[in-house]
């Protein structure tokens, strides 16, 4: 749900990171139409967006810095 209507090339990247099991079923939920709100969208996203910060806290993954910023 968190992919649906995000830019193409984002969507590709997050697509390239998954196993292709993985992949093929989350293609073909997209290939579907769903009514989802943008509220239900946004929790998506936000749990997604929760879940990665906790893993970089424990430092199971390294979230490089932005582009022309500096690393601490």
């Known amino acids: 749900m968190a ?3 995000v830019d193409a090339e984002f969507r590709d990247a997050v ?3 998954m196993a292709s ?3 093929r079923l989350v293609e073909s939920e997209l290939a579907t139409p769903m009514l989802a709100s943008p ?3 946004a929790k998506a996203r936000k749990q997604i967006t929760d879940l990665v910060l906790k893993m970089a806290q424990r430092n ?3 979230i ?3 582009d022309g910023a ?3």
């Open 3 to 5: 992919l649906r209507g």
């Open 70 to 72: 500096e690393a601490a």
């Open 21 to 23: 099991r993985s992949k």
């Open 60 to 62: 199971e993954i390294e």
């Open 39 to 41: 509220r239900d969208i």
């Open 15 to 17: 697509l390239s990171a």
């Open 64 to 66: 490089p810095p932005p």
